[in-house]
């Protein structure tokens, strides 16, 4: 199953056969302080950096939050979506739990965007999916039902399976919602990781739709989490996963070194020049903080 | 299915419900002058040296060859074997071509060591299996046919089950084979990868026996190989390999990151112990080196 995402001119399609897709994680304020106060004082030439970063260091996609508690999120996301837009021509990941402002970014996003998320809540499903319907876009759905995160596999299949369903009654083909299976750091329960696997297992073998996953919960709380990522990411790469959101800076190499084990690499075109890329990337980087 | 290997004191279980088991690969001219050079002179310091350092770092078993132009290896052998055992209490892998080498540490060894290794030709076959026999040892068999390395993943499907039956007939029980499906470099077929998982899924599925990869071949020739070494043995295991020669300081944190994430470490305690551990090595190595 392809899942297809367009900006003005460049298509991005995400499925089991094509190479692994990178959402850059990085324009969103929750831990970056210095984006915060770039947001609040409405200078937006710290996410054109951000942009340009992410996308040199190999994101297919970029996600868009402005989510920050001093400023109006609604008038700020098209802000930031055009500086963006101004740099780098790549699809988008309008991130949001608030309808009006996926409104407004989506208003202002050229192509085919992701909508980041929603989940399994009737009534997050009633407000998110009739704004992914409007424009067209491809949704993040949450593997998340009204009582929460389901703790086993079979919960968050049938979570997963009410976005699906509900997604099909509204006319959204099941192409254009990519699941979220969920993880939850094993620093916490031992095993974290295995439910999310088999939830992966089960969603694949039901739907076969998109997964996506935020590969860096799983070793919160936990020394040495590059390991712990960088291992997660494989496994659940080779279970089904598709695309993540994270950092392709720490591990867009893990990804194409992924790709090319499982033969999406033909001659390893991709691993070689990224490797090539990112080198002459740290080179300069390095030289500019000297 | 169980495979026990013994030293004095000491029982190490491979099997997929175990963590994974590291044979550290260090003690091997190959690739290490200095190693080969003090094996000339008959000073086994430096052996004891690598021999003390693998099992600080995390390997469960030794590999121990001694291949090297200028030597009887023969006579070299043993007393490389009691060097080893006079630091360390680990089980062994003795590794050699040639029979005489391998009932030369086999002697020696105590306990229930592993032999590196045997392989599908006849001729192999019948000198190696019945020394294993004899000793009461394991034995890795390499999935190569009479017509060397198979390229399909059936064809090593087909040179294991040999080894198999060979060795059954002979009384030699299946849980004391440990096959190697084999991994070639990605760096000159694309489908390497793709060849050795599909090979386990199909040797897994048919014996259930234990399987053991060399993780480092894989990247033979590529740039940043920690990278595709680590991700390939997320991959390996994950189908169903369980045990490695490979550097514990290398892939040590990696694999029990792996093990952490399949639920096999319950509230982290392994993982979070070996990094501790490994901390401390690395600062004292460290104000070794200054």
Known sequence: MHTILKSNTKTVTIGADKPFVIIGEKINPTGIKKLGQALVDQNFEYVKYLAQRQVAWGADVLDVNVGHPQIDEAAIM???????????????????????????????????????????????????LPIVKDRGAAVIGMAIGNEGIPATPEGRLAAAGKIIERAAKMGIPIEDIVIDPL????????????VTLKSIELIKKEYGVNMSLGASNVSFGL??????NSAFLALAVQTGVTISITDPIKLGSSIRAIDLLLGKDANSMRYLKYFRMTEKLRAEEAAVMV
């Open 78 to 128: 098209p802000k930031v979506v055009e500086a963006v837009l101004s740099v780098v021509d790549v699809p988008l990941c309008i991130d949001s739990n608030e309808p009006k402002i996926l409104e407004a970014g989506l208003k202002v996003t050229p192509g085919k965007p992701l909508v980041n998320s929603v989940n399994g809540e009737d009534k997050q499903l009633a407000t998110v």
């Open 223 to 228: 020394p040495d989490r590059h390991s712990v």
């Open 183 to 194: 993880v939850m750091t094993v620093g916490h329960n031992s095993n974290a990781g295995l």
